[in-house]
């Protein structure tokens, strides 16, 4: 699978965007090592505080099914934007060095690394 199509697998999963809220709705196709994508839309929530990421239904689901190593993931909104910090820490866990694919509604996209966008990430050697 290729950039576009894990962009196409993004646009695809914001369709499933639950968002009443903030009405701001976003997917996310995220490929591991193994070569499986796993997608992911925002989940919002009557109490606010509760709503979900994309990025972090995403990324659950995999490491729940034991994929643990990212390779990269494709984000899609109206307005083509990077992951909020919560969602890079999150990601950068199981892909420190993953490409962000951050897409718009119509396909345009961008790459970065998470390295470039979550410099000086908490890490398990900071628990020391
Ligand atoms: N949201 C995401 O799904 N990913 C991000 O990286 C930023 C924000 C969602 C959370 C909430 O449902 C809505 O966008 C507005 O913040």
Redesign the pocket.
């Known amino acids: 699978m290729d950039d576009k199509d894990l962009v196409r697998a993004a646009l695809e999963a914001r369709e499933k965007a639950y968002?009443p809220y903030?009405e701001?709705r976003?997917g996310a196709a995220l490929i591991t090592r193994s070569g499986r994508v796993y997608t992911g839309a925002?989940v919002?929530n009557a109490s606010y505080g509760l709503?979900v990421?994309?990025?972090r239904v995403a990324a659950f689901k995999a490491v729940s099914e034991g994929d643990r190593e990212f390779e990269a993931i494709a984000?899609a909104t109206g307005n083509g934007v990077?992951?909020?910090g919560a969602?890079r820490q999150v990601l950068a866990e199981f892909g420190p060095d993953m490409r962000v694919i951050v897409a718009d509604s119509e396909g345009n996209m961008r790459t970065y690394r998470l390295s470039e966008l979550l410099p000086g990430r908490f890490t398990r050697a900071d628990l020391r």
Do not use: F, I, M
């Open positions: 968002a903030s701001y976003v925002n919002e709503s990421c994309a990025e984000v990077l992951p909020c969602c």
